[in-house]
């Protein structure tokens, strides 16, 4: 089992929908949880991160964490052809080393 | 405030052949981390340095080594080439709190070994 796991995709999302990107991780002593998007040829950027259970929310980004379910999401509402990239969900082991997921790629069709 | 630079953008090398790929932080920042990006692997933490001693290792063989200059400047080695090296390196400055949010990427070095 993959320390961090998510779906590869493509996930294809219509203009103006919410596009639910998800992410699972195996160590329950994880304290810290990030979300960065890449777009092709380009290097990660930080786009979310969360260290509590429950929601947050940026503009139209929303982070959920369940630590019980060791399940961390990102919803991005209005999708937006600019929201187009591959998210990568990122998480502090017990160790204190951050541990990244293979990325979902998000595509959004006018 | 300039962002984390890394040089060079490209480079080709051959199997066996030794590379040394630079990264200049943001100004202030002391701690510079390095991560290996490959379309198998994904993205994969090497190490990270502050105040020129290393603080952090992922998993790496040996023959990846890195090193940090009193400016922060960081360099990463890697020795004895093999085809599986080729890859998108990252490198990654920090803010002096310690907080993954304030870590930015630099643009990357690609690195092909033929």
């Known amino acids: 089992q993959k320390e961090v796991e998510q779906n590869s995709g493509p996930l294809s999302v219509p203009e103006g929908a919410i596009a639910s990107l998800n992410c699972t991780y195996s160590d329950r002593g994880s304290q810290s949880f990030f979300w960065y998007r890449q777009y092709s040829g380009k290097s990660p950027e930080l786009i979310m991160f969360?260290?509590?259970?429950g929601d947050k929310e940026d503009g139209r980004f929303t982070a959920q964490l369940n630590k019980a379910s060791q399940y961390v999401s990102l919803l991005i509402r209005d999708s937006q052809p600019s929201d187009s990239a591959t998210y990568l969900c990122a998480v502090t082991s017990s160790a204190s080393k951050i541990i990244f997921g293979s990325g979902t790629r998000l595509s959004i069709r006018p | 405030k300039a962002g984390v630079t890394q040089t060079p953008r490209y480079l080709i090398k051959t199997r066996g052949q030794q590379v040394t790929l630079s990264c200049s932080p943001i100004s202030g920042h002391r701690s510079v981390s390095w991560y290996q990006q490959t379309p198998g692997q994904g993205l994969q933490f090497l190490f990270e340095y502050f105040s020129e001693t290393q603080r952090n290792k992922g998993n790496f063989p040996g023959r990846f080594s890195g090193r940090q200059f009193s400016n922060s400047r960081s360099e990463m080695n890697v020795s004895t080439l093999e085809l599986g090296d080729s890859a998108l390196y990252l490198c990654a400055s920090r803010g002096n709190s310690g907080r993954l949010e304030t870590q930015y990427f630099g643009p990357g070095t690609r690195l092909l070994v033929l």
């Open positions: 969360i260290y509590s259970n």
